[in-house]
């Protein structure tokens, strides 16, 4: 029995096309229709009825979509048992993750992790780009705001808000900042990461706008966007976290607080599967035990 293709026929069933099928599992939908149309030669039933828009199983369908999902939770029982044989998680694991959280905490974590399990090879890509987790092989992805697809489990790990902040000096020196549109009379420093520039978001009349003034430097790593700010070089864009020890001591002056957007989230994302590996276990409960410490690292 060809599970490649049961997998195939059951997401086309979860996700009512091959169309989506074939985007969710990162393959052609002329491929996704020909492992399906291969199935049903090699059981000798007719699975699913085919329009222009949508599928719907036939009676045989609904018995070996059913039989299918059993079979298929049994094949990842198996996995399962064998990984819990294990006397050590071993093995790859692909992990993507934003630029910033990668510079400041995230890949401190992966290499704790690997010490404390020296079998598992981790590759750690950061990207500002969305993965695909098929395309990309990947094992979990880690991603802000609520660009994830449904059929994924999604961990949130913290919350966290952005705000605008300068110098005094700077405040001191240029026109009063009343409103988002004051912006475009004042110079920021900004974060960029392979000449993408993270916009300025805020919340005017109950509304999500993005608001970026003229950026007179542009760094990849938010300690130095951070630094130019507190010289006076521009207002910056940033977490309010990382600001809150310059805040108190003086160094930055919040701006502009009535238009902050609401807090945004951060999530680990992974594959939704009723079981997973060893190694893929060991590294959430890592991440889990690390959590504490994001406040102050982040």
């Keep these: 029995m060809d599970l490649t293709a049961l997998r195939i026929f059951v997401e086309v ?5 091959f169309t989506a099928a074939a985007k969710s599992l990162d393959l052609t939908k002329a491929s996704v229709s020909s492992r399906v149309q291969q199935l049903e030669k090699q059981l000798n039933n007719q699975l699913l009825t085919r329009t222009t828009r949508s599928v719907a199983l036939t009676d045989a369908g609904h018995e070996i ?8 939770d049994q094949a990842d029982d198996l996995q399962q048992f064998a990984d819990s044989k294990l006397k050590e998680p071993q093995g ?15 890949g401190s974590w992966i290499i704790e992790f690997h010490k404390l399990h020296p079998k598992i090879r981790v590759d750690l890509t950061s990207t500002d780009h969305l993965p695909n987790f098929h395309k990309d092989q990947l094992d979990f992805s880690f991603r802000f705001g609520n660009e994830c697809e449904n059929h994924w489990i999604v961990k949130t790990l913290f919350h966290f808000h952005l705000g605008l902040f300068a110098s005094p000096g700077l405040i001191e020196s240029l026109p009063p900042l009343t409103a988002i549109a004051d912006l475009d009379h004042w110079p920021g420093v900004g974060y960029a990461v392979e000449g993408k520039v993270y916009p300025w978001i805020f919340q005017e009349n109950g509304e999500i706008v993005e608001r970026t003034p003229e950026l007179k430097l542009c760094f990849d790593d938010f300690t130095y966007v951070k630094r130019a700010a507190i010289d006076g070089l521009g207002a910056v864009h940033m977490g309010c976290q990382p600001a809150e020890k310059d805040v108190m001591e003086g160094r930055l002056v919040p701006l502009l607080t009535e238009y902050w957007p609401p807090q945004d989230g951060c999530h680990l994302v992974y594959g939704d599967h009723r079981h997973m590996t060893a190694k893929s276990r060991a590294f959430i409960d890592f991440v889990e035990s690390k959590l504490e410490q994001v406040p102050e690292n982040a």
């Design 92 to 106: 790859l694991l692909q992990i993507a993750a934003p630029t910033v959280l990668v510079k400041a905490f995230l």
């Design 13 to 17: 069933v979860r996700l009512g096309s």
């Design 65 to 72: 979509f059913e039989r299918a999902k059993d079979l298929l």
